[in-house]
């Protein structure tokens, strides 16, 4: 693999494993989570949108300043799948524990893919 010559941001990959699925099956509670992440990381919100599947399930996205945020749930494996992408700087670790405690997720885990050529 090529090493990046010019980076652009950092995409980073959240797993959330063994969530409490009333919290991560309807809008409101995900979209207050996401937002109070944002905030707390420092990073300036733009707009958002999410939108509730049938019957339970959350799809969403933060757009910010630096990137954005998304989100995908699955109540009925415990799970939800974030992306967070930046080019400027953010406290990754206060995301996470924010995530975690919006969701009561028991493990989470990240991956950090930088961004460029």
């Given at each position: 693999?090529?090493?990046?010559?010019?980076?652009?941001?950092?995409?980073?990959?959240?797993?959330m494993?063994e969530?409490?699925?009333?919290?991560?099956?309807?809008?409101?509670?995900?979209?207050?989570?996401?937002?109070?992440?944002?905030?707390?990381?420092?990073?300036?919100?733009?707009?958002?949108?999410?939108?509730?599947?049938?019957p339970?399930?959350?799809?969403?996205?933060?757009?910010?300043a630096?990137s954005?945020?998304?989100?995908?749930t699955w109540?009925?494996?415990n799970?939800?799948?974030i992306?967070?992408?930046?080019?400027?700087?953010?406290d990754?670790k206060?995301?996470?524990d924010e995530?975690?405690?919006g969701?009561?997720?028991k493990?989470?885990?990240?991956?950090?893919?930088?961004r460029g050529?």
């Open positions: 693999m090529e090493k990046l010559s010019q980076q652009f941001g950092k995409h980073y990959l959240i797993e494993m969530c409490d699925s009333e919290k991560i099956k309807f809008v409101e509670n995900v979209r207050q989570t996401m937002l109070s992440a944002a905030k707390k990381s420092n990073l300036t919100i733009l707009k958002h949108f999410f939108h509730q599947f049938k339970t399930g959350v799809s969403g996205i933060v757009v910010i630096e954005h945020l998304s989100i995908h109540p009925e494996k799970y939800a799948a992306d967070i992408f930046t080019c400027g700087e953010m990754i206060t995301a996470i995530l975690k405690k969701f009561n997720a493990k989470a885990t990240y991956n950090l893919i930088p050529f």
